[in-house]
Every structure is written in structure tokens, then in C-alpha cells.
């Protein structure tokens, strides 16, 4: 258990539709990481939070957003969901910056029909 | 920009088997390395991790890495490999000049041990 917690655990939902991913990082770390993970594309860096704001964005579609609120837990929203979406997206997080090694959560599995 | 090489996509082995991973990166100044390794079904676990100090790094598992400055190297080992190792295992890299960006990770590299 690395002490990320990641809900749901699984989502099945349609095209088209909104979900919403949530994470709650280990005690005491400040930043959160969001990935996409797929056996196509491999593990991909979504985008990191630090402390509330956002610290840095890697391959993010327009179509997804995340947060980070003041109690750290991170959000990552998913609209106009598309065929292709369906992942295991994970977040993970880590005492500060990126020079840390990062702790991830279990992950989500999202299914879109 | 950094990136990370792993050159093995899918390694077979046999149990009992020694096992070496390939990692290399591309920046040449100070750098984080680390291992992760993803079982199955599973989230990624951290496996080792190099900061500073002696360049044989030995982490969970039976699993060490060494790193080689001088070959930008810095590939995972395990002497006899079980049937509970099959995974897959993922390099990352942080570059101590690139500000608080997160890690780069490797594409990374299945290994599947055989009985």
C-alpha cells in the first residue's frame, strides 16, 4: 500500500459523458501527478499539481482538466468522452518537486462503451 | 529534452535465469534514477532509486542497479529470477537542472519468466 488512494476503482460510462477521477495523495506530499496508461500508448504524463497549482502539463487533451484543492486531494476531469479514452489512469504523488521519487496510487480503470 | 531508453521491450527468461535491464538517458548533468516495476494487474511500485553517493544501488526484491555516468547507463540486475518477477518494469529519470518537472519514464520493458 503506498498510501495514494485513487476512487473510483473502476468506471464504466458512455461516449460523450463527463466523469470525474479523484486521488488523495500520501500524508504530507504536495505534489500530485495524473497518468494515462494504455497498451498502446504506454504510461503518458497528464499533468502535475504542486501544492494547489498547476506545476506542469505533458500530454493533457484539451478535453480533460484536473485541480488540486487546499486539502491536496487532486481531481482530473474527463468530458466529451471518446472510444480511445478507455485507460487505467493513475495518480501518484510525491513530497515536493519532481526530484522525489513518486508513490502511486492503485489506479483507475475507465471503460468507455 | 531528457528521455530515457529501454531498449528490451519484452525480455523472456527462464527461472533461476540472471536478469539485466537496459536503461540509458540522454542528459549529461546531474541526475535522480529509478526503478519501478508494475506487476500484473497492479500499480506501479518503486523498486530502487539513485541520488548520490555509491553508484551500486540495491533495492527491493534481490533487485540492484548500477549507475554509469560515464555510459549514461543505469541498468537493472537480479542474479536468479522467479516466476513472481514477471512484470514490467519502468526506468524514470529526473534532471536536477529542469526545475520541479516531473519525472521522464521509459517506455519500459515486459519481462515474463517461464517455469
Known amino acids: 500500500d503506498s498510501g495514494v488512494t485513487q476512487t473510483p476503482k473502476h468506471l464504466i460510462t458512455a461516449t460523450g459523458q463527463r466523469v470525474t477521477l479523484r486521488c488523495s495523495p500520501r500524508?504530507?506530499?504536495?505534489?500530485v501527478y495524473w497518468y494515462q496508461q494504455s497498451l498502446d500508448q504506454g504510461l503518458q504524463f497528464l499533468i502535475q499539481?504542486?501544492?494547489?497549482?498547476?506545476?506542469a502539463k505533458g500530454n493533457i487533451l484539451e478535453r480533460f482538466s484536473a485541480q488540486q484543492f487546499p486539502d491536496l486531494h487532486s481531481e482530473l476531469n474527463l468530458s466529451s468522452l471518446e472510444l480511445g479514452d478507455s485507460a487505467l489512469y493513475f495518480c501518484a504523488s510525491s513530497v515536493e518537486g519532481g526530484r522525489y521519487e513518486q508513490y502511486f496510487g492503485p489506479g483507475t480503470r475507465l471503460t468507455v462503451t | 529534452a531528457q528521455s530515457v531508453s529501454q531498449h528490451n521491450h519484452h525480455v523472456i527468461l527462464s527461472e533461476a535465469a540472471s536478469l539485466e535491464l537496459g536503461c540509458n538517458y540522454s542528459?549529461?548533468?546531474?541526475?535522480?534514477l529509478f526503478w519501478y516495476v508494475q506487476y500484473p494487474g497492479q500499480h506501479l511500485q518503486l523498486l530502487l532509486k539513485?541520488?548520490?553517493?555509491?553508484?551500486l544501488v540495491k533495492g527491493i526484491k534481490g533487485f540492484e542497479a548500477e549507475f554509469i555516468k560515464s555510459k549514461f547507463s543505469f541498468n537493472l540486475r537480479k542474479p536468479s529470477v522467479q516466476w513472481s518477477d514477471t512484470a514490467e518494469y519502468f526506468c524514470?529519470?529526473?534532471?536536477?537542472?529542469?526545475?520541479?518537472?516531473?519525472?521522464?519514464f521509459g517506455k519500459g520493458t515486459r519481462l515474463s519468466v517461464i517455469a
Open positions: 500524508s504530507g506530499d504536495l505534489s
Open positions: 539513485y541520488f548520490s553517493g555509491d553508484p
Open positions: 499539481y504542486y501544492n494547489g497549482e498547476e506545476r
Open positions: 524514470a529519470l529526473y534532471e536536477w537542472n529542469s526545475g520541479n518537472t516531473p519525472l521522464v
Open positions: 542528459y549529461g548533468g546531474t541526475v535522480n
